[in-house]
């Protein structure tokens, strides 16, 4: 017989960029891209496709929410207060998770406050780890490798060029894409008026386009401009 770890969760963060996390507790938009790390998680490792399952590799993820009226007798049935997460990966030391598509302004608040329940192999674990779904959560882009910080050097080439580990004279870079799929980086750099794909999660305020049947966000007036930092 083989004795499982209990589910022990250390952190909730956005999928892309978990360092900006690192304050608690986590503010995640709305069908968003989230990650759970711990230990014990799960009992293996599977990745999913979509759409989405809700369970994954014996594992459901609920968050189960501590708003008002939730958890009483006045909590009006057409309000959902266990919700069911959409699961794109688990291992034993991670989960990702789409943030379920729901208004906080729907349970009368600003930000949903969510309890993380996790069911393994049919056994209900309430991590009693806690985060909010809000509209003013975190954007970020997905950081694919460290590329050079100025410009390739002749003097040092080993610390120039696109790496998968980062260095003293290398910064992080997003995944940014060209139309062709190629990464945007020193030896690929971008170019005025180059269309450009950006990989991120957490972009919030999309619309279904009638025409299209894409979710998209309107675009900004000309005499706007936009900047991402």
Not at 137 to 165: N, R, T, W
Request: net charge neutral; glycine share 8%; with cysteine.
């Amino acid at each position: 017989m083989v004795l499982r770890k209990t589910p022990t969760i250390t952190s909730i963060t956005n999928a892309a960029l978990p360092s900006i996390d690192l304050h608690l507790p986590t503010y995640l938009k709305p069908r968003s891209m989230g990650t759970i790390f711990g230990s014990g998680l799960a009992g293996t490792s599977a990745p999913a496709a979509p759409p989405w399952p809700h369970t994954l590799g014996g594992v459901a993820v609920h968050f189960v929410s501590l708003a008002t009226p939730c958890g009483t007798p006045i909590a009006p049935p057409t309000l959902t207060c266990d919700l069911v997460a959409n699961l794109v990966y688990v291992s034993p030391t991670q989960i990702n998770f789409v943030v379920p598509d729901i208004s906080a302004a729907s349970y009368g608040q600003q930000a949903l406050f969510l309890d993380v329940v996790l069911n393994r192999d049919g056994a209900q674990f309430d991590s009693h780890f806690t985060f909010y779904v809000s509209p003013s959560g975190d954007f970020a882009m997905f950081q694919v490798g460290y590329d050079c910080m100025f410009s390739l050097s002749l003097a040092h080439p080993e610390a120039c060029g696109y790496s998968l580990s980062s260095g003293q004279n290398r910064v992080p870079i997003g995944a940014v894409t060209d139309v062709a799929g190629r990464l945007i980086s020193s030896q690929n750099p971008v170019h005025q008026g180059q269309v450009l794909t950006l990989w991120a999660t957490g972009f919030g305020g999309l619309t279904l386009d009638a025409k299209t049947g894409l979710l998209s966000r309107a675009a900004p007036q000309k005499s706007h401009s936009a900047c991402f930092s």
